[in-house]
């Protein structure tokens, strides 16, 4: 069974400009999180699919981000423009319905903006 | 205000000796999940262990372990056996119910650990 996958891997920016960063979740898996590390600092929580809605998006940090998830399979999240304090590395994680909410992880993408 | 803390930025530890990485976490539910996950400098999260608040006895896998605490609210992990390839972040969460339904998940900061041979 394919695990989450994420593209690009990386992604070098400057400010000002656009970035769509990508999420593949394990397939039948109902939910999907974004969540972003920036450096030395605790993983956050950006917000939570279930299938094609936002079921809660409080930790996004302002409307330069948006997320999609069409038709309730992949998710795009896009910045847009990029300020340098984006940077990061955006993972995304999928989980089915149940009581653990186990939740499994892409690689993630290293947002760089420069 | 923190709902988890990891308190040991960095971790030493020799090879073949065991390893507690200490996490405390702060909620008010009655309900809720802890997890551990490793995270390799190639940068993936790996799901380690889980714990349920009503869970009675600590939950191993393998050569890790939980030391749930209810009372003192920690939920350490144990690493029996160190091997080089444990050397990683390791990051504890909690997963909480959410008043609108579903769940939410918190990480703490991470505690790098290094094996030496």
């Known amino acids: 069974e394919a695990g989450v996958t994420q593209f690009p891997s990386h992604s070098v920016i400057e400010k000002g400009q656009t970035v769509t960063l990508r999420c593949d979740p394990i397939s039948g898996h109902d939910n999907l999180y974004w969540y972003r590390r920036v450096m030395g600092k605790e993983i956050k929580f950006l917000l939570h699919f279930v299938k094609e809605s936002k079921q809660d998006e409080s930790g996004m940090p302002n409307n330069r981000f948006l997320a999609e998830r069409t038709g309730g399979t992949y998710s795009t999240l896009k910045v847009q423009p990029a300020e340098l304090e984006d940077s990061g590395v955006y993972f995304c994680?999928?989980?089915?319905?149940?009581?653990?909410?186990?939740?499994?992880f892409g690689p993630g993408t290293r947002l760089t903006v420069t | 205000a923190q709902k988890i803390t990891q308190t040991q930025p960095g971790m030493f530890v020799q090879e073949k000796e065991a390893v507690t990485l200490d996490c405390t976490y702060d909620t008010s539910d009655q309900s809720y999940g802890l997890f551990w996950y490793k995270q390799p400098s190639s940068g993936e999260m790996i799901f380690l262990i889980y714990q349920g608040s009503y869970d009675e006895q600590n939950a191993t896998e393998g050569r890790y372990s939980l030391n749930f605490q209810k009372a003192r609210k920690s939920a350490n992990l144990v690493i029996s056996a160190s091997q080089l390839g444990d050397s990683a972040m390791y990051f504890c969460a909690m997963r909480e119910a959410k008043n609108t339904g579903g769940f939410k998940t918190i990480f703490g900061a991470g505690t790098r650990l290094f094996v030496k041979a």
């Open positions: 994680a999928s989980s089915q319905w149940g009581s653990r909410d186990e939740q499994y």
